[in-house]
């Protein structure tokens, strides 16, 4: 059985390559999903605020909601908690 790293063995002070995140695609640990429902969605953008994931692509052409990243997306639901005219719903994971 493979001996884990204690502690004590972490380098002191020790600091991660930047931009790491990018690389894991973590959508995976979803158990719910964010569904956008366009007819209510007034493009005001407060989901894209929230998302502490930075998991809600904008269309850069025309500043409005384009989809989400479910890549990145871990169904946290702040985004549809926010929205005030909720136009995101929160639906069950189905994968
Ligand atoms: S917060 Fe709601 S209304 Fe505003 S852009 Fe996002 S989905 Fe649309
Ligand atoms: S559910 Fe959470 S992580 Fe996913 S888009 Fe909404 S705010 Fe971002």
């Known amino acids: 059985m493979e001996k884990k ?38 493009n005001c953008l407060i989901c894209w605020i929230s998302c502490p994931d930075d998991a809600i692509i904008v269309d850069k052409e025309n500043g409005k909601f384009l989809s989400f990243n479910y890549d990145y997306c871990k169904g946290c639901g702040i985004c549809a908690y926010e929205c005030p005219k909720k136009a995101i719903e929160m639906k069950e994971e189905t994968v």
Do not use: A, Q, Y
Not at 7 to 13: A, C, S, Y
Not at 29 to 42: A, D, F, G, L, T
């Open 5 to 42: 790293m204690t502690w004590k063995e972490l380098i002191v002070g020790d600091i991660l390559e930047g931009g790491t995140s990018l690389k894991f695609k973590t959508g995976n640990w979803r158990s719910k999903r964010p569904v956008h429902i366009p007819e209510k969605c007034i």
